[in-house]
């Protein structure tokens, strides 16, 4: 089988293209795969892909310049005859992916929904009947993904898995990180990660943490366009010994081990993998009820209203934050819950490779 996984966002840190990676890697084993990307790689997801002789190409003028974007997609899908083209994003703007996919001649064609909602409505509707006139399969990180964008047709669910092993608390990974950022054992530590944009909005993290005292303290992990504006409002605040802007990093699981409560103020989501990493590593979680519920894995995910910042600020005071052997003891359980929800990559990755070859076999038969 020949596979083309297309991002329609930026492959980075991010679920979308963690998905993508780890389901690119697995079919690479047995079939030739080929990534495409809208922006310019990082070297160390280029060199990963390479080891697993992984094909990848990168079209950065999707937004700027979408007819050149959209001629390449139908050149290297033409060329190298394809037999799944496999579409993730947020909307239906995926329609430039599948109907590139169409005129190519490549017969399976499917759109992967990994949100609930879109930042562009008015182009979600417009683009709506050309995205069902170009795929063939549909595909969802949840229930709730799969109804906001496909609505009443019949779609399959893969959920976004992780590898439970990374994410068993390790107390050096602990203690190395915090010392790395001089903080110390009686620091609460609060923690996200995601892009820095308006859907993520970390801008909501940092006012609470202005109105917690100074023993907590917030770690941002990721980048974005909205990070002049959040240093910004770091500098405002007084905040800049408290806030903590660690990049874009290779160690999630380190932090998230360095963690003591995890915060997601998210205005919209589908089904998040920092949400599932961070209960795969036994952390109390508190985040938007624009989330869809059934992220709830471990009985540790606590949603409030972002509209009641009030009551934020008031319940993280009254958290009763776990002790780390305590977090060590109970994470055997944690995970196994996890994993009985669905939620364990090895699980799900043999899901979508089944899958896949069901449907390359019912379409060619």
């Not at 017969?107 to 979600?124: D, F, G, L, Q, V």
């Not at 107390?171 to 530590?189: A, G, M, S, T």
Request: with cysteine.
């Amino acid at each position: 089988m020949n596979i083309l996984f297309v991002s329609t966002v930026d492959l980075d840190k991010n679920g979308i293209s963690t998905f993508i990676i780890s389901h690119a890697m697995s079919l690479a084993k047995k079939n030739e795969v080929s990534i495409v990307a809208p922006n310019k790689v990082q070297y160390i997801i280029k060199r990963n892909l390479s080891k697993h002789n992984i094909l990848l190409y990168e079209f950065p003028n999707r937004k700027k310049h979408p007819l050149k974007y959209f001629f390449n997609l139908i050149s290297i899908i033409k060329n190298h005859h394809y037999d799944v083209l496999h579409v993730n994003g947020n909307s239906s703007t995926m329609a430039l992916e599948l109907i590139a996919g169409k005129i190519a001649g490549c017969k399976n064609r499917i759109a992967h929904s990994h949100n609930t909602t879109t930042e562009h409505p008015i182009i979600n509707k417009i683009l709506y009947p050309i995205f069902n006139f170009g795929l063939t399969e549909r595909m969802a990180c949840s229930d709730e993904a799969g109804k906001w964008l496909f609505k009443d047709k019949k779609f399959i669910i893969i959920q976004n898995g992780v590898d439970l092993r990374l994410y068993k608390p390790d107390i050096r990974k602990r203690n190395k990180i915090r010392n790395q950022f001089n903080l110390n054992d009686n620091d609460i530590v609060l923690g996200n990660i995601g892009v820095f944009n308006y859907q993520k909005n970390q801008q909501f993290l940092i006012k609470l943490l202005s109105d917690l005292n100074s023993s907590y303290k917030l770690i941002l992990i990721g980048d974005g366009e909205k990070k002049s504006e959040l240093l910004t409002q770091v500098k405002t605040l007084n905040l800049a010994d408290r806030v903590i802007f660690a990049g874009k990093i290779n160690n999630v699981s380190d932090y998230l081990s360095a963690f003591d409560l995890f915060l997601m103020p998210s205005r919209f989501e589908g089904l998040p993998f920092a949400l599932v990493e961070a209960q795969a590593s036994g952390l109390k979680c508190v985040v938007s009820n624009r989330i869809s519920h059934s992220s709830n894995l471990t009985d540790n995910v606590n949603y409030l209203n972002i509209e009641n910042y009030t009551k934020w600020v008031d319940f993280i005071k009254k958290i009763k934050i776990e002790s780390f052997n305590s977090r060590i003891k109970n994470i055997q359980d944690i995970q196994e819950l996890i994993s009985n929800k669905g939620y364990d990559e090895k699980e799900n990755l043999k899901l979508f490779n089944k899958t896949l070859d069901e449907l390359l076999f019912l379409n060619n038969a």
